[in-house]
């Protein structure tokens, strides 16, 4: 009686992978952490003593309900035409500043309901070589193209972040002054004004980019 034939090893491998394959209900790894979805504005287990998503939501939503409460945007007959800055960061944190403003911005022409306008100077080239186009024919106009569009500011909003640092042999422990601004274009006076300040301690320090 013949004895059976043996498969050789790299196939009896392939078998068995198949085989884990066709029985498993999806990719796993069992040796990893799974990822864990959050809310913006909570804080996570991944936490450090520096500027973070929770505060950035928390401040930029406080900044927002404050700026539509004051006289100069609540009761103005036209709405306002506003021009955002760029943030400017004191702190040891390497931060994307301008995700301040543009949620500060998404927040308010969300929640304005038409109170407050902004103008996209970052489009500034963008829209003045659209203008040359339709002075010279090149392609079409719905208005005269010899009249001057761009609307001029009425206010500039900018912001700062400020920051003090101590360390020692207990940890880390970070302060975070945000402030922001609103200027009056024609007189420069300061409307508006308003900070929020958060202070965090931690055994140890955490890499931000």
Known sequence: ??????????????AALLGGCATSEGVRNPSGVPVTELRPDERGFVAGTGIEA????????????????????????????VVLEPVVNNTRFPVNKDIFLTRLRTQLNSKAAGRVSFLDRDLMKTLQRERELKRSGQV?????????????????????LDGMSTRTAAGTSDYVLYSFR???????RIVWEDSAEIKKQGLE???YR
């Open 205 to 207: 320090d955490a890499a």
């Open 1 to 14: 009686m013949p004895l059976p034939r043996l498969l050789p090893p790299p196939v009896l491998l392939a």
């Open 140 to 160: 079409t106009a719905s208005a005269d193209p010899n009249v001057v569009e761009f609307g001029g500011a009425d206010y500039f909003l900018t912001g700062k």
């Open 182 to 188: 609103l200027t009056d274009a024609r007189t420069s």
């Open 54 to 81: 929770q505060d950035m939501v928390a401040v930029t939503d406080r900044m927002a309900r404050s700026i539509l409460g004051i006289p100069q945007i609540a009761r103005a007959a036209n709405p306002p035409s």
